[in-house]
């Protein structure tokens, strides 16, 4: 079969795609249910209809663009990512495994070929934590990972709960409804840029993904009394911000201390109120992410974590509460699905090697109602998740043919 990729169409949108952005490029911002991205989702939406499919939207804003080939009744074959974006992100997080999904599909039908099942693109709501929290928002609804109540009442910085959000952005009835059963999909094949310097530096053209991290994440309040900047003597200081940085030591320590490589851990988020130059810090609240490609490790690392911040509240008199927004197991993926796009590397003649995924993925929840497999292509200096992330259209035209491919043999 001759896969013929658009690869200037598929550059052009890609394009177009980073412009819905609040952040200045080559930075992408943009978050989910925001003004930027319902437009991405409409012009995403639009490109789907003229590519034929029947797009369908969940009550979370997961979209489901369906190529209604063959059996209608007999599980799909699925593909996709996610298009919202972190503040100050780059272009290609997400929206490769979205566009690129989307140019193998269009790949297929112009290739003649005649699936003997559907074919379906996802577009995941919020893969990002930024607003609500929590990652992979519409693929824990989509899988039951996340109780749809719960999930209802997740609040935003401004106070905002998803369901508010969710229903001004048009997305109305009840999150229950957004689950699927696990006979829904026959397969699941994520394309997404590696996120890491592996691929680059082997000189392998994909990554054929084992094993997709095990992600949790910590939110600290810490309590101390604040107070005059002048006034308060340091003996009688109970200094909240000065707390919070023996804290963010302690995690960056207890990760580099695990003994392997694969555990890592961030702390990615500090507000510090009342934020006044002289005033003390009187409350610090921090977000932490902890992963480990190893569920028990992984486990360690959180409650030392938890030690750490218990031993500091009590050494300086501070009130912390640690909340575990969420703690995740590890995804493997599946080696049917492997072999079929090691073969297909074959195919097109392109180098691959296993590797895992250090990053979390939509694909993390899909493999709890389907076999999952991604592909990786590289991306320049392992740089992601910064406004120079840059993957080559060459590397992403690879990736989709190989993707192409996959979905024909798994369609067939
Ligand atoms: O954080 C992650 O691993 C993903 O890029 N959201
Ligand atoms: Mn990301
Ligand atoms: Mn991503």
Redesign the pocket.
């Known amino acids: 079969m001759q896969i013929e990729v658009d690869a200037r169409r598929l550059a052009a949108e890609l394009d177009q795609l980073a412009s819905f952005s609040t952040s200045d490029p080559p930075s992408v911002t943009r978050i989910v249910f925001s003004d930027v991205d319902l437009r991405a989702r409409r012009w995403l939406k639009e490109l789907c209809c003229s590519a034929g499919l029947v797009v369908r939207e969940d009550p979370v804003g997961n979209m489901i663009a369906r190529w209604n080939a063959g059996d209608h009744d007999a599980p799909a074959v699925g593909t996709g990512s ?1 298009i919202d ?2 503040p100050n ?1 780059g272009r290609f ?2 929206t490769v495994g979205v566009l690129g999904g989307l140019e193998a599909i269009r790949a297929l039908k112009a290739s003649g070929f005649a699936p003997k099942r559907p074919i379906e693109l996802l577009v995941f709501t919020a ?2 934590p930024t607003r609500f929290g929590i990652g992979c928002l519409g693929s824990r609804l989509l899988s039951g990972a996340l109780d749809a109540e719960k999930a209802g009442q997740l609040r935003d910085q401004a106070g905002s709960t998803l369901d508010e959000v969710r229903k001004a952005a048009g997305f109305h009835g009840s999150l229950s409804n957004v689950r699927l059963t696990t006979n829904r999909h026959a397969a699941f094949i994520e394309l997404h840029i590696e ?1 890491g310097p592996i691929l680059e530096q082997s000189r392998h053209q994909i990554g054929l993904v084992t094993s997709i991290a095990a992600p949790a994440a910590l939110r600290v309040v810490i309590h101390g009394q604040g107070g005059h900047a002048g006034a308060v003597l340091m003996p009688n200081r109970h200094d909240a911000l000065t707390g919070a940085a023996e804290i963010i030591l302690a995690v960056e320590r207890l990760a580099g201390a695990s003994g392997a490589l694969d555990t890592v851990a961030t702390t990615g988020l500090c507000d510090v109120f009342p934020s006044a130059v002289n005033s003390i810090p009187s409350r610090v609240s921090l977000g932490i992410d902890i992963r480990d490609i190893n569920l028990s490790r992984r486990d360690l690392l959180v409650e030392e974590i938890r030690k750490a911040i218990e031993g500091v509240s009590r050494k300086r008199a501070l009130q912390c509460i640690t909340e575990i927004l969420n703690a995740d197991d590890p995804a493997q993926c599946d080696r049917r699905i492997l072999d079929v796009l090691r073969r297909c590397c074959e195919d097109e003649g392109v180098t691959h090697m296993e590797l895992v995924s250090r ?1 979390y993925h939509d694909s993390l929840f899909m493999s709890r109602i389907a076999p999952v497999a991604m592909v990786f292509i590289p991306c320049r200096a392992g740089v ?2 910064r406004a120079d992330e840059f993957a080559s259209l060459p590397d992403i035209a690879n990736g989709v043919r190989v993707l192409a491919r996959a979905l024909a043999q798994l369609a067939s």
Do not use: K, P, V
């Open positions: 996610h974006a972190i992100a997080d997400g893969e990002e996120q990053a992601s998740h």
